[in-house]
């Protein structure tokens, strides 16, 4: 285990150091000066072009330019938003809420995803596994933005269930309808997840030796099925943690929920390039990080994938 | 002096003189191949037809929008008609800036069509070549490829796209599209490597070798083609996924200019307006999300006819 916990760390490492280069290339080799787009349209003073370069480091070369950038991010010096705030207060302030609604959004997508796959696949082919393939397909297709919109225009201004908007008062309660919208864009694909693992569970020995041996149903399938078709939900948690990422911005953007992706969104549409590079460096430092956690969860869970030499 | 053998006595089997039965090749037996098999399959499923009836109108839409309205682009907005209900010609009514909602949808198909055609084929040559280099050649190729390949794999395609389309100044739907299919590529040629990894086993490949083709020779020809079909599947998923792609960054303001007439657009103007005049948002959204519906429906079937595990699962 130990080894292979180093290994997987071991191969995380160049994954990094490759991903933050690639943004950075991105960001600050790209055509164009990114000194002028802060200033937009004006022309700034040359002096301050100077500072700026000099604060950025624009006068060294490339890969003198992202150590200073990389070994910000070791110490958690993400850089400095439009409005002289660092980043990592920024993050501190807003970490909480979006933490609030991303727990709120997978515990209801995976509780729906879990009863919902499993009686699908025990009803495989009937009506009711039918309905709910048809209603998850729409839900994969349905852009999170579209979704968003629906709920607000039907379950808050028409239906008046929910305000339209989140804004100061964003405590667990207030949080309900940005959480079911970004629940709804993670349930279709951990629904049809549970269902299809449960499909493959149920034709295993182990349950028909459970089964033969005489125990129940309301035995074998929460133990011996349920348990194990939610290995593949935990391996899945890297890619919803992507889907999060931006969904929690759209989201959070439409019902101004004050969280890390609403900064984000906002930084993006006022076109505040640093600011986005920071908030894009976390979110990948953030995913990278996951990412590890969940294969180190899934070697735990099952120890097959510890002993496949790669 | 005998050999010791000599004088066990063998055991003879007699020769048995009823006829074996042999597998025999039928030849009036229908053909059967992978392709041939999924399109059986596909052809029985309603589904299959009514999702492809509306790929098909899209891309009609897409390539002659003139003959789907009369409204010539970017044209006849008058302020009079800001957020007005549908009146005769203009069926779904207008828009804030007052331009008709129904033929901004019929001219925006076109771009959605092209950002997500260029962006798809991006994707899946550059997954191709990757993967199947990697796949086939192995070793420390596989390890430098595969390796960049988990590098573009941890940054989500939307979020890299995010940030190249905030620093670049140009935004038309070639540079969109180069966005997203540049960092979209990453599962298309994990998908690769596995299927090529896979068919590089079969009794083919080794004969290939065998009567002297080239390494090369041998992966173009014959390991690339047996191992196309999970990729055709991920490219029709993909395309559903980069006209998504390209909707959220247009409605981000990241995405294609303001003056191009795309429905990620023409959604993110109507936000403003949802309370007053809702059906200019529900109109392109309504496109938007039936197109991205015939796409992956197509692609899911493609992928349950060529892939008999999926099939078992039904």
């Known amino acids: 285990m130990a080894f292979y916990i180093l290994r997987r760390i071991l191969q995380a490492i160049p994954v990094f150091f490759g991903a933050t280069l690639l943004i950075y290339f991105m960001v600050f080799a790209m055509p164009g000066d990114p000194i002028a787009a802060l200033f937009g349209d004006r022309t700034p003073n040359p002096a301050l072009i100077e500072q700026l370069r000099a604060q950025y480091h624009l006068d060294q070369p490339f890969i003198v330019q992202y150590f200073y950038y990389i070994t910000g991010i070791f110490r958690l010096d993400f850089g400095v938003s439009f409005s002289g705030q660092p980043v990592i207060e920024t993050l501190g302030r807003t970490f909480p809420i979006t933490l609030r609604l991303a727990v709120m959004a997978v515990a209801i997508a995976f509780v729906l995803a879990i009863v919902i796959g499993l009686f699908s696949a025990l009803g495989k082919g009937g009506i009711f596994d039918n309905v709910m393939l048809v209603i998850a397909l729409i839900f994969v297709a349905l852009p999170i933005f579209v979704l968003a919109f629906l709920a607000q225009y039907f379950l808050a201004v028409q239906l008046g269930w929910f305000r339209p908007t989140v804004g100061a008062q964003n405590d667990w309660g207030d949080l309900w309808l940005p959480a079911i919208v970004l629940g709804f864009s993670v349930y279709a694909t951990s629904m049809r997840l549970t269902r299809s693992s449960t499909i493959d569970t149920l034709n295993q020995d182990w349950v028909r030796t459970a089964y033969s041996k005489g125990l129940p149903r309301e035995r074998v399938i929460p133990v011996h099925v349920l348990r194990n078709s939610l290995i593949p939900m935990i391996t899945d948690l890297g890619t919803v943690f992507g889907v999060l990422m931006v969904g929690a911005t759209v989201t959070e953007g439409i019902f101004n929920v004050p969280g890390v992706g609403n900064t984000l969104y906002q930084a993006i549409i006022r076109g505040e390039n640093p600011t986005v590079v920071s908030f894009v460096t976390v979110f990948v430092v953030v995913y990278v990080f996951i990412n590890i956690v969940v294969d180190l969860i899934y070697g735990l869970l099952d120890p097959r994938i510890r002993y496949v030499s790669s | ?314």
């Open chain 2, 1 to 314: 002096m005998s050999r010791p053998d000599a004088q066990v006595p063998h055991y003879v089997a007699p020769i048995d003189t009823t006829s074996v039965p042999v597998d025999v090749v039928r030849i009036d037996a229908k053909r059967s191949n992978l392709w041939l098999d999924a399109w059986r399959d596909l052809r029985a499923r309603p589904m299959f037809w009514v999702s492809a009836a509306f790929v098909l109108l899209v891309v009609v839409v897409s390539v002659w929008p003139g003959l789907f309205t009369n409204v010539a682009p970017n044209n006849d907005c008058q302020l009079a008609n800001s957020n007005g209900g549908p009146a005769s010609g203009h069926p779904l009514g207008f828009t804030r800036q007052g331009c008709d909602v129904y033929s901004r949808i019929v001219w925006g198909t076109r771009t959605s069509v092209i950002v997500g055609l260029l962006a798809t084929i991006i994707s899946t040559v550059v997954g191709i070549v990757m993967g199947a280099f990697a796949g086939f050649y192995g070793g420390w190729l596989d390890s430098l490829l595969s390796r960049i390949g988990d590098i573009f794999f941890t940054i989500p395609y939307i979020i890299a796209a995010i940030v190249v389309m905030s620093v670049i100044p140009v935004r038309n739907e070639v540079v969109l599209a180069l966005a997203i299919g540049a960092f979209a590529w990453a599962s298309t040629a994990r998908i690769m490597r596995a299927e090529v990894l896979r068919v590089k086993q079969s009794d083919f490949v080794m004969g290939a070798e065998a009567i002297g083709l080239s390494r090369f020779r041998t992966m173009l020809s014959h390991v690339l083609p047996n191992a196309m079909a999970p990729v055709i599947v991920v490219a029709t998923l993909s395309l559903a996924g980069a006209i998504v792609a390209e909707s959220v960054l247009s409605f981000l303001g990241v995405g294609l200019g303001g003056s191009i007439m795309s429905w990620g657009n023409d959604i993110s103007q109507a936000q403003t307006s949802i309370r007053t005049a809702p059906m200019a948002l529900f109109w392109p959204s309504l496109a938007l999300t039936l197109t991205v519906l015939a796409f992956i429906t197509l692609g899911e079937l493609l992928r349950d006819a060529v892939d008999p595990k999926a099939r078992a699962q039904r």
